[in-house]
């Protein structure tokens, strides 16, 4: 018996030294939304710069606007100002000094359109033949710094893909829509030998299309057949083994990626027609991040989500209510894969907003009281 009792006291002791360890309590993370421009904003571009300030271009009324974070302040500039229209659908990436480079289209100039440069000194220029109604543009940089631009012709349902060379700009018809009047999202991805991959909808098939080009010939696949399609977006990254991850929405949200040999899908939010606006980032262990709007309950939400292991954990980024409403929305991240979010507020004023959520979800110790009897 006196054997056991020390058993026990053991054992109790051992308990209680546990529980007078401090406990960790998860905070939830912590979104900052600021307001970047109150009364000048348009579909959006947001990049991260390797020290992680955020830079966005942006339909501004007519112009093309960018817009910068010096670290204690936003600042803004002008890009292109034309008597007409221009600033449609920017594509933003920057190099690693820091230098922009942006596609949009311009409806003064019928054009799709190619600017680089830094505050204060940019130089456009006209890219490919005119088109006269306005669609998505996508831009990359390859390995040399050069552009590669996907594009939507509307007037004549083109997918068209043009690229720098080096000495002068070449152009190839990815697809060609006999439906024409249905608006077309597009994105574009190089990969570590700087070919080509895409994803966009392709009207005739209703269908969410993967494209690769290996050599000389593009390649085609299914992501999404029947698709229900009112104009939402599609966004597409590579991994680190150049395999394609996608961001599709079909009634609700839903991300892909491609092992080698098939697709995979997941459903990312069950929230009935949702998505219509998505952005895609993956981090540096390849996790997807999302950034997508929602409408429900008469209120608009912009939404975060990522993978946490096999499951998606979604996060309220900003709400309005009627008659506002969030539209397009652009994801980056940082160095330490923290999100960074730009999108455009519309309604009673078009705004530009920006929200950055904190790191990660921070831990308070919490020392749990001893109860000795």
């Known amino acids: 018996m006196t054997k056991l009792c020390a058993v026990a006291t053991l054992l109790l002791s051992l308990v209680l030294a546990a529980l007078s360890l401090p406990a960790r309590a998860a905070v939830a993370p912590t979104w900052h939304v600021e307001v970047v421009d109150p009364d000048a904003a348009g579909y959006v571009s947001l990049a991260v710069t390797q020290a992680g300030s955020p830079r966005i271009a942006y339909h501004a009324h007519g112009d093309l606007g960018y817009a910068w974070h010096d670290g204690a302040t936003w600042h803004l500039d002008t890009v292109e100002s034309q008597p007409g229209n221009t600033g449609w659908y920017p594509s933003l990436r920057l190099d690693g000094q820091g230098n922009a480079y942006i596609s949009y289209y311009s409806s003064y100039s019928e054009s799709l359109m190619y600017a680089t440069g830094v505050p204060g000194a940019w130089a456009t220029e006209m890219v490919g033949d005119p088109y006269t109604i306005a669609g998505q543009t996508s831009l990359a940089l390859d390995s040399a710094g050069r552009p590669h631009i996907v594009y939507f012709d509307y007037n ?13 700009w070449r152009y190839e018809v990815i697809d060609t829509m006999m439906l024409k009047s249905q608006f077309v999202s597009l994105a574009l991805a190089l990969d570590s030998a700087d070919r080509p991959h895409i994803c966009y909808y392709d009207a005739d098939a209703e269908a969410w299309l993967y494209a690769f080009r290996p050599v000389a010939t593009w390649v085609f696949d299914t992501v999404d ?70 409408w429900v309950d008469s209120q608009s939400t912009v939404l975060y989500a990522y993978a946490a292991g096999s499951t998606w954990q979604v996060e309220t980024v900003d709400v309005i209510s009627p008659p506002n409403r969030f ?43 001893i109860v000795r009897r």
């Open 225 to 294: 057949a029947d698709v229900f399609y009112n104009g939402q977006e599609c966004d597409i990254e590579l991994d680190s083994q150049d395999r394609p991850r996608i961001s599709f929405s079909d009634l609700y949200m839903f991300y892909a990626y491609h092992d080698g040999l098939i697709w995979h899908t997941s459903m990312v939010d069950d929230t009935f027609a949702i998505g219509s606006f998505s952005s895609l980032a993956l981090d540096t262990l390849d996790n997807p991040h999302l950034v997508y709007t929602s």
């Open 327 to 369: 539209d397009d929305v652009s994801l980056g991240l940082d160095g330490d894969n923290s999100p960074h979010v730009a999108y455009w507020s519309l309604g009673t004023a078009d705004v530009l907003k920006y929200a950055a959520r904190d790191s990660a979800a921070t831990h308070h110790l919490v020392y749990l009281p």
């Open 156 to 168: 004549h349902g083109l997918v068209e893909y043009a690229w720098h060379d080096g000495g002068t």
